[in-house]
């Protein structure tokens, strides 16, 4: 099965997560990562879900997505060129000697080191989600004591998607 | 600004929308979080507030009421139980597509979260069952609020909204103003289809050799029965209605099959079985109508026409999917017909099938059964009447026995399936049908998880006529015991402990009969259709062990169809 990055324009109104959440628990529809924040326009937040299935299900899940009242925009960015990108926090332990060499690797992946004590050190890996898998895969050898992954957020390459701004209908 | 004309109350501001929405009915149920909105009812006069005997009787009202009217159903109720218990309502409504919009008391804002006194987080608890929830939480808010829930729920596919009213919130004023019209960014139903796709539509109709409407509640819901009827007879297409489609074709038209799928007639699941080009018009290809999926009309292109994107290639995945309203569709349709399709032999055809295997039960043994009283029903009323069923056989006796002649005269819990469903909703169906009889039609089973609202058609004075058709059993759930689960007829057994549902009727002051002789059936039906200031009920009792056929057993395909009893070997 196909994993599919689908990118979410919501009103940043109370609930408007849980509707989305609500729908793929729902439905049965599987969430591998979620993440949601901010946007250029105050009252719009963006979710970037990661979710997986063959072309009949993502067709359901958009349009499913599509059909909430709260989402404005939702685009399976999956086939269009966009750029994704995920952080992680990665806290390795730190045996006698090999401070040098997980340097080198958090060099190499471009990596911030963020924390470190005696025994471990926390790195900050920032990239495409297969990045940080290799990273995880090369720090695992000193052993991992804990991961934390931001899920991935993507947007579209090139021109913006426009937004209409809703009336103030309030008085 | 205290000054001010509209300085107002929510309370206040709650019913200058409702009056700009022309709501003529609330059915309700006060308790302590609306007492300030019930103070205020009290010297309106501008509605009518019904009051019901349950809460979920408040909201199968209000769906009785939307389907019979196509007007938006408004219920009200209190927070905590009182929200609770609209809660099967409300998922019947999603399920069926039904406008109404449900309005349920709130604990005040800061006591939102602390387990407060009847406090009950029903928007969390609705959310997956309506179409849109809203917790009010600034009075200011609370007009166009009111304003997007009655648009939400009665444009598109239409569906339940809730509005969740904090105590605070109704208590607090400001200025109010009604918002002239609705913008909500994130909602644009598509009401015209695309032209091509119309266009390509009509060329493949016109070259069918044979074709079939399959038609479902859309049709109804989007007033398009009078549309519905040019396009078939001008073109002579053979018409099968879903359970919620039936009345958007009459009934009695040569061109009508009647319903098809599990319990539809032979002849209708015959030509889905085998057409060349189904058009679908507001239906959704749920699995009682399509059973196993990968057999079900494989030979025919299909064409989807529907106002919800989602419903395309959700069950079936089709050759044509046109999204729009059906309204619009059609006519647009109609006038890309050039050439009708010759149907002379593929209208033969299905009239063979018909005389093949019509819908035959037991006449002369000198008892009585279901069909022969929804027959002389259907006979009494012309097809004229508004027919609210419950769940079950009974409903699925009537979808096959009585052929409704009109749109939004069929009204019952198709998705969902809700015992208890008809009284309330015929209640509501009476409030919104006046010059035609309004006739309830439950078993014994259904009829008893709803019989508070008796008092409800009583004290209204609704002139319903309440007929049971009691076979002593939970008819079809015995039924698939019997036939798939080795008859053990586990609980299904009621007739020891039924009450005696004439004097039931006669304790809540209705005028009740009781029969289970078919020479009787004529006069008591002739009795009870002459009353039209209260209510009345007549109790059918029929034979225990009877089955609906024809069957397709669940997930089996049109091809293990059982047309008898004690034959379930396949039959075609």
């Not at chain 1, 993502?58 to 349009?63: A, H, L, N, S």
């Not at chain 1, 900050?124 to 050898?141: C, M, Q, R, V, Y």
């Not at chain 1, 934390?148 to 209409?164: H, P």
């Amino acid at each position: 099965m196909k994993k599919h990055t689908i990118s979410i324009l919501v009103e940043n109104h109370f609930g408007a997560f849980d509707r989305v959440a609500t729908m793929f628990s729902g439905k049965g529809f599987n969430i591998r990562s979620i993440s949601i924040g901010e946007t250029e326009i105050e009252e719009i937040s963006r979710m970037t879900i990661v979710t997986e299935g063959d072309d009949k299900i993502i067709d359901q899940i958009v349009k499913q997505l599509n059909r909430l009242i709260d989402t404005i925009k939702v685009v399976d960015l999956t086939s269009t060129p966009h750029i994704e990108r995920e952080l992680a926090l990665i806290k390795v332990n730190v045996p006698k000697g090999t401070m040098e060499e997980i340097k080198n690797i958090n060099d190499i992946f471009r990596g911030n080191i963020v924390d470190i004590t005696g025994r471990s050190m926390t790195l900050e890996i920032t990239g495409p989600p297969d990045k940080i898998d290799a990273a995880i895969n090369l720090l695992s050898n000193f052993g991992i004591k804990e991961i934390a992954r931001s899920g991935i957020v993507a947007l579209k390459r090139g021109e913006q998607i426009k937004i209409k701004k809703e009336k103030n209908l309030t008085t | 600004m205290k000054n001010d004309p509209n300085y107002m109350s929510g309370a206040e501001i709650f019913f200058e929308c409702l009056k700009r929405e022309n709501v003529e009915y609330i059915f309700g149920y006060p308790g302590g979080a609306v007492l300030k909105i019930y103070e205020h009812l009290y010297d309106v006069d501008f509605l009518k507030h019904i009051l019901v005997r349950h809460e979920q009787g408040a909201v199968h009202a209000a769906e009785g009421y939307a389907k019979a009217s196509g007007k938006v159903g408004v219920v009200l109720v209190t927070s905590g139980p009182g929200a609770t218990n609209t809660v099967t309502g409300i998922a019947d409504a999603y399920m069926d597509s039904v406008p109404i919009v449900v309005f349920t008391g709130q604990v005040s804002s800061h006591l939102i979260g602390n387990d407060a006194f009847q406090e009950a987080d029903i928007i969390g608890i609705t959310r997956p069952i309506t179409k849109h929830n809203f917790l009010v939480r600034d009075v200011k808010e609370l007009a166009p609020i009111i304003k997007k829930a009655f648009y939400i729920a009665s444009t598109g596919r239409p569906g339940p909204v809730v509005v969740d009213l904090p105590k605070d919130v109704i208590n607090s004023k400001c200025i109010f103003k009604y918002p002239d019209e609705v913008e909500i960014r994130g909602y644009k139903p598509t009401y015209k289809g695309n032209s091509n796709q119309i266009k390509k539509a009509a060329e493949v109709i016109s070259k069918a050799k044979r074709p079939l409407l399959y038609v479902g509640g859309g049709v109804i819901m989007s007033g398009s029965s009078e549309e519905l009827k040019i396009f078939a007879r001008e073109n002579n297409l053979p018409v099968t209605m879903t359970l919620q489609g039936l009345g958007a074709f009459p009934g009695t038209d040569p061109l009508s099959l009647g319903m098809l799928g599990m319990h539809g007639t032979y002849w209708a699941n015959r030509a889905v079985d085998n057409c060349d080009v189904l058009v679908s018009l507001g239906a959704r290809f749920d699995d009682r109508v399509t059973g196993k999926v990968e057999t079900f009309c494989t030979k025919a292109y299909k064409i989807h026409v529907d106002i919800d994107p989602t419903a395309i290639d959700k069950n079936v995945v089709v050759d044509l999917p046109i999204v729009g309203d059906v309204k619009h569709v059609l006519a647009e349709l109609a006038a890309e017909m050039n050439n009708p399709p010759d149907t002379f032999e593929w209208l033969k055809q299905i009239e063979e099938w018909k005389n093949e295997c019509p819908l035959e039960y037991e006449k002369n043994d000198g008892r009585l059964r279901s069909e022969f009283v929804i027959e002389k029903i259907f006979e009494k009323t012309n097809g004229d009447a508004v027919v609210v069923t419950d769940v079950g056989q009974h409903q699925m006796w009537t979808a096959q026995h009585y052929r409704y002649n009109h749109p939004r005269s069929n009204i019952t819990s198709g998705g969902l399936g809700t015992m208890g469903f008809s009284l309330p909703a015929s209640i509501g169906a009476a409030f919104a049908v006046k010059d035609r009889p309004v006739i309830s039609i439950s078993g014994d089973g259904g009829f008893q998880m709803n019989i508070q609202e008796l008092t409800t058609a009583v004290y209204n004075k609704l002139p319903i006529k309440i007929f049971i058709l009691n076979n002593s059993f939970l008819g079809m759930v015995r039924q698939w015991q019997e036939l798939f689960h080795k008859e053990k007829y586990s609980f299904t057994d009621l007739g020891s402990s039924n009450p005696d549902f004439v004097k039931v009727g006669q304790a809540f002051g209705i005028e009740s009969y009781s029969t289970d002789n078919p020479n009787e059936v004529d006069s008591l039906l002739d009795k009870v259709m002459k009353i039209n200031d209260r209510p009345t009920l007549i109790e059918f009792k029929v034979v225990k062990e009877d089955m609906v056929f024809p069957m397709i057993p669940s997930g089996a395909s049109i091809s293990d169809m059982m047309v008898k009893r004690l034959n379930p070997k396949r039959m075609i």
